[in-house]
């Protein structure tokens, strides 16, 4: 069992930063791969980024791939999103999620935060 609580989110001007952190408990958190996911108001969650538990691997969605960075602090038990050029369209609701396998696939995740919201300004 993983329990995942997201901070870090506010409201930010356009072409600011923001840096995401996601504390997971659990023991066995190294082996997990991890993601963020992010739901607009009305629209449906999306992928966002992903990194994967056995070489650091990354992966990110288009709209955010060059602005972000996903990275992972095993011993700290925390994974972080850091964000810079912030739009208006990644206005949403942020997600930190736990699976198993290294996918964009939103099911494919077990374990889920409660969100942390993230405004961004125009």
């Known amino acids: 069992q993983v329990q995942l609580v997201e901070s870090g989110g506010g409201l930010v001007q356009a072409g600011g930063s923001l840096r995401l952190s996601c504390a997971a408990s659990?023991?066995?958190?190294?082996?997990?791969?991890m993601g963020w996911f992010r739901q607009a108001p009305g629209k449906e969650r999306e992928f966002v980024a992903a990194?994967?538990?056995?070489?650091?691997?990354?992966y990110y969605v288009d709209s955010v791939k060059g602005r972000s960075t996903i990275s992972r602090d095993n011993a700290k038990n925390t994974v972080y999103l850091q964000m810079h050029s912030l739009k208006p369209e990644d206005t949403a609701v942020y997600y930190c999620?736990?699976?198993?396998?290294?996918?964009?696939?939103?099911?494919?995740?077990?374990?889920w935060g409660q969100g942390t919201q993230v405004t961004v300004s125009s």
């Open positions: 999620a736990a699976g198993n396998l290294f996918v964009v696939v939103e099911s494919r995740y077990a374990y």
């Open positions: 659990g023991r066995t958190f190294s082996s997990y791969v």
């Open positions: 990194i994967n538990w056995s070489d650091g691997g990354t």
